[in-house]
C-alpha cells in the first residue's frame, strides 16, 4: 500500500501521533488542478512533480481539459479508502497519490485548505473553534455562530470575509465558471461564506440528487471553462457514529462509487472526454476508546478559569488561550491532566505543524498559546463524560482533528472521465 512508502516523520518519538507534511499534501490539490486550464504556479505550489510518472496524469495531458470535477469525501482516509472502496482502488496504482492532511485535521480547516490552494498559516482558518481578534470572541468556524450565541454572523451583518487573509483563488477570473454542490443544509451559510467569494453553491438532498445534478450541469451549454466543486459529508457522519470500522461506514464508500459511476457513464460523450474527475478527503478519523476518555471536571474547569482566558477545540486538539504570564502553568496543567495520552505544543513549536513563520502574534492570537494535541483513541471532555448516547451507542465513537496516521493520510485520484470507467 502507498501509506507504506508515504513516510510521515513521528513526533517526539511518539508511535502514534505524526507531524504533517508540509510539501506533499491537501493544499496543492487546487492548483495542481488549475493548472489544466492554463494556470502557472511556482513548483513548490503544486503536484505535478508526484503526479508526472502516473499514467491517469499523463492521459489528463493528451488534449483540453474544459470541465474539472473536484470532489471531496469528507473524513475518508487512507486506510479506510483502501478497505473499503472497489471501484476507485483499481485505479490507484495508476491515477492515485498519497497526500498528507493539514494540521489541524478538522474540516473547517481542511476545506479551505482545498477551497483556496493554501496551507492554514496563509488562509488563516487555523482551527475549527477559534479565537477571532476582530470581534474578541471565539467563533465556531462552521457555523459561524460565537460562543454562546446561536446567531451566524454573516446573517447578522458581519464581513467574515475580512477574516481570510488570502485571495480567493478563482473569484475574479471571468473565463472559470465555479460552481459547487453541498448538502442542501448547509448549501451558502456557516463556513461557504469562508471559503467562497460570493454564494456559488446548490444544494442538493441525496447522493442521487448530487450527481444528477452534477450531469445537468455540465451538459448545460456555456463559453467559460467550468470547475464543480462536490462535497460529500456523509462519510463522516457515518465514521463519527459507527467508527471506521463499520460495514455501514463499507456500505455507503460503494454506494457513493456506485453513483458516481453511473452519473459518469450517462454523461454526454463529447462532454466526458473534455472532463477531468479529481478526488479526495480532507482528513481521516480516529477510533475513541472509554478507557482512553478524559474528563475535566467542573470543579477542574473553575481551577481552569483563573488560568485562561478562554477555549477553542478542533475535535481531538484543544486551543487555549492563556490568560497574561499564565501559559507555563497552563501547559503544566494539561500535561499532568493528560499524562502520555497525547503532547503539548507551544508557538516555539508551531513552525513544525504549519510551516515556517507560523508562530506570529496573529496566527497565536486565532490558534492560542497552547495546543493539546490528543494521542491514540483518545478524547477529552469538559464537564460531562462524553458518552452523548449510552442506550444505543450511536452517538460520537470516532473523531478527527489530531495527528495520528489515519487522520492524516488521505488518497488522491485524478482521472479523464474515460480513463476512470476504463475506456
Not at 480547516?109 to 475549527?128: D, N
Request: aromatic fraction near 8%.
Amino acid at each position: 500500500m502507498e501509506s507504506d512508502v508515504f513516510q510521515l516523520t513521528p513526533i517526539r518519538g511518539r508511535t502514534d501521533l505524526f507531524y504533517p507534511d508540509l510539501d506533499v499534501n491537501i493544499s496543492k490539490i487546487l492548483p495542481t488542478a488549475l493548472t489544466l486550464f492554463g494556470k502557472k504556479y511556482p513548483k513548490n505550489k503544486v503536484l505535478l512533480n508526484n503526479l508526472s510518472e502516473k499514467i491517469g496524469w499523463q492521459k489528463i495531458q493528451e488534449s483540453e481539459i474544459t470541465n474539472i470535477i473536484f470532489i471531496v469525501l469528507d473524513s475518508l482516509g487512507l486506510r479506510q479508502f483502501m478497505k473499503y472502496s472497489q471501484l476507485l482502488k483499481a485505479k490507484f496504482e495508476t491515477n492515485g497519490l498519497t497526500l498528507s492532511s493539514v494540521f489541524p485535521t478538522i474540516t473547517s480547516t481542511c476545506v479551505a485548505s482545498l477551497r483556496f490552494g493554501e496551507m492554514p498559516k496563509t488562509h488563516g482558518i487555523v482551527g475549527q473553534k477559534i479565537n477571532f481578534a476582530e470581534i474578541n470572541n471565539v467563533v465556531d468556524t462552521l457555523t459561524l455562530r460565537a460562543k454562546r450565541s446561536d446567531v451566524d454572523l454573516s446573517r447578522a451583518g458581519v464581513n467574515v470575509k475580512n477574516w481570510v487573509w488570502c485571495d480567493f483563488p478563482m473569484a475574479n477570473d471571468p473565463t472559470i465558471n465555479h460552481l459547487g454542490l453541498i448538502e442542501s443544509h448547509i448549501a451558502n451559510s456557516g463556513l461557504s461564506h469562508l471559503v467562497y467569494k460570493k454564494p456559488c453553491s446548490i444544494g442538493y438532498s441525496s447522493h442521487i440528487d448530487s450527481f444528477a445534478a452534477a450531469k445537468r450541469i455540465l451538459e448545460t451549454p456555456t463559453s467559460a471553462r467550468r470547475f464543480l466543486d462536490i462535497y460529500v459529508g456523509s462519510i463522516d457522519s457515518i465514521t463519527h457514529r459507527y467508527t471506521t470500522e463499520s460495514e455501514v461506514l463499507k456500505d455507503e464508500v460503494e454506494n457513493i462509487e456506485l453513483l458516481l459511476f453511473k452519473m459518469l457513464k450517462r454523461l454526454n460523450p463529447k462532454i466526458a472526454k473534455q472532463t477531468a474527475v479529481i478526488i479526495t478527503a480532507d482528513h481521516g478519523q480516529e477510533n475513541l476508546t472509554e478507557e482512553k476518555s478524559i474528563i475535566v471536571s467542573s470543579e477542574e474547569e473553575e481551577e481552569l478559569a483563573s488560568l485562561i482566558k478562554s477555549r477553542g477545540r478542533s475535535g481531538r486538539v484543544i486551543h487555549l488561550y492563556s490568560k497574561d504570564g499564565k501559559q507555563d502553568e497552563v501547559a503544566d496543567w494539561f500535561a499532568n491532566k493528560i499524562g502520555d495520552q497525547g503532547i503539548i505544543v507551544t508557538p516555539k513549536e508551531y513552525h513544525k505543524f504549519l510551516g515556517k513563520g507560523a508562530n506570529t502574534q496573529e496566527i497565536i492570537e486565532r490558534l492560542g498559546d497552547v495546543q493539546v494535541i490528543l494521542g491514540e483513541n483518545a478524547s477529552i471532555y469538559f464537564g460531562h463524560s462524553g458518552n452523548y448516547d449510552p442506550i444505543f451507542n450511536l452517538g460520537l465513537n470516532a473523531t478527527h482533528g489530531s495527528l495520528s496516521k489515519d487522520e492524516l493520510l488521505v488518497p488522491l485520484i485524478v482521472a479523464r472521465v474515460d480513463d476512470l470507467l476504463g475506456k
